[in-house]
């Protein structure tokens, strides 16, 4: 049984097959790959994929994403004909009407869907979107009409976005990530090059560098600044849940290396509350590579909820 995410205000992604999904031999990632089976099936969210070539090509490229399960789309010959997954049955289609087709048949409003573009030829679909997200590698023209812009498709592009709009579905607060990182200034988090990227109730995004500051001797992520970070990201979070005469301060943090990073990529990192009691609040912190898209790190964080002296 599909269980929506009671956050997340997205029903549908439309995305392109060669602009958003495939890298450049054709092939889905991994990660790109768990995120719409998991945004399906998870959280309710349906996907269109666009394709340029004929219908028996795309069946065997998207296979992997399970959209029979949850009556997902395939729009081969770019977006003439509609096909369920599902169903198996196909309709004629004006490219034009492609997005006002989809979103009457499947009952819903503009603002519930995510469209990916890479083309400037895009413009109308992520204008007509409620969340218009363009491509890393898409013209500058397009970027401009974008509400945002993704990671590059060999970084895993599309799950990158999924698990910051659909997975992750946080309520956003008045606080922005410019004034966290004016607030650390000068201390270990800034030192280590921790930079707060996003930040809502409950949710926090971050990167931090794999350089000198953050690297063993042979150049490899050092476990202590995975763990450094994590903490750091759980303590974003829960300082702008506190209220007024409360501090937080961290009680344990325990964490997992389940891969390495070499010197040169950035860590992302991505906090979610998994508990918010009177006197704790528990976190859990996934750390991705940049340059791979590979998990490298995961922790829980316990953060202790005091009254300030």
Same mark, same amino acid.
């Given at each position: 049984?599909?269980?929506?995410?009671?956050?997340s205000?997205?029903k549908?992604?439309?995305l392109?097959?060669?602009?958003?999904?495939?890298n450049e031999?054709?092939?889905? !990632?991994?990660?790109?790959?768990?995120?719409?089976?998991?945004?399906?099936?998870? $959280?309710?969210?349906r996907?269109?994929?666009?394709?340029?070539?004929?219908?028996?090509?795309?069946?065997p490229?998207?296979?992997?994403?399970?959209? #029979? !399960?949850?009556? !997902?789309?395939?729009?081969? #010959?770019?977006?003439?004909s509609?096909?369920?997954?599902?169903?198996?049955?196909t309709? *004629?289609?004006?490219p @034009?009407?492609?997005?006002?087709?989809?979103?009457?048949? +499947? /009952?819903? +409003?503009?603002?519930e869907?995510?469209?990916?573009?890479?083309?400037?030829?895009?413009?109308?679909?992520?204008?007509?979107a409620g969340?218009?997200?363009?491509?890393?590698?898409?013209?500058?023209a397009?970027?401009a009409?974008? #509400?945002?812009v993704?990671?590059?498709?060999?970084?895993?592009?599309?799950?990158?976005?999924?698990? @910051?709009?659909?997975?992750?579905?946080?309520?956003?607060?008045?606080?922005t990530p410019d004034?966290?990182?004016?607030?650390?200034? $000068?201390t270990?988090? /800034?030192?280590?090059?921790?930079?707060?990227?996003?930040?809502?109730?409950g949710?926090?995004?971050?990167?931090?560098?794999? #350089?000198?500051?953050?690297?063993?001797?042979?150049?490899?992520?050092? &476990?202590?600044?995975?763990?450094?970070? *994590?903490?750091?990201l759980a &303590?974003?979070g829960?300082t702008v849940?506190?209220?007024?005469?409360? %501090?937080?301060?961290?009680m344990?943090v325990?964490?997992? $290396?389940?891969?390495?990073?070499m010197? &040169?990529?950035v860590m992302? &990192?991505? *906090?979610?509350?998994?508990?918010?009691?009177?006197?704790?609040?528990?976190? !859990?912190?996934?750390?991705?590579?940049?340059?791979s898209?590979? +998990?490298?790190?995961?922790?829980?964080?316990?953060?202790? %909820?005091?009254?300030?002296?």
């Amino acid at each position: 049984m599909i269980q929506t995410n009671r956050f997340s205000p997205y029903k549908l992604l439309i995305l392109f097959a060669e602009g958003s999904l495939l890298n450049e031999q054709g092939e889905l !990632s991994q990660a790109d790959t768990d995120a719409i089976v998991e945004a399906q099936e998870r $959280h309710g969210v349906r996907i269109a994929v666009i394709g340029n070539g004929p219908l028996d090509s795309m069946l065997p490229l998207v296979e992997p994403l399970h959209l #029979d !399960s949850n009556s !997902s789309y395939l729009l081969p #010959d770019g977006a003439t004909s509609l096909y369920n997954c599902h169903t198996r049955h196909t309709v *004629a289609l004006q490219p @034009k009407q492609m997005f006002s087709f989809l979103t009457e048949k +499947l /009952d819903i +409003l503009p603002k519930e869907v995510i469209a990916i573009g890479y083309r400037v030829e895009d413009t109308a679909l992520i204008q007509s979107a409620g969340l218009g997200v363009a491509t890393a590698h898409a013209p500058e023209a397009l970027k401009a009409c974008a #509400d945002y812009v993704t990671l590059p498709t060999e970084e895993s592009g599309t799950a990158h976005l999924i698990r @910051k709009y659909v997975r992750s579905g946080y309520e956003p607060l008045p606080v922005t990530p410019d004034t966290i990182n004016l607030l650390v200034r $000068h201390t270990l988090i /800034d030192t280590l090059g921790i930079v707060c990227t996003q930040i809502g109730k409950g949710y926090v995004e971050g990167t931090m560098p794999v #350089d000198r500051r953050t690297c063993q001797p042979m150049g490899i992520v050092h &476990g202590g600044a995975n763990l450094a970070f *994590a903490e750091t990201l759980a &303590g974003f979070g829960s300082t702008v849940l506190l209220e007024e005469g409360q %501090i937080q301060v961290g009680m344990q943090v325990s964490g997992y $290396h389940v891969a390495g990073a070499m010197q &040169g990529d950035v860590m992302r &990192g991505e *906090a979610r509350l998994l508990h918010r009691g009177r006197s704790t609040h528990v976190w !859990s912190v996934e750390i991705f590579s940049s340059d791979s898209g590979k +998990l490298i790190h995961t922790a829980r964080v316990l953060n202790s %909820i005091l009254k300030a002296r």
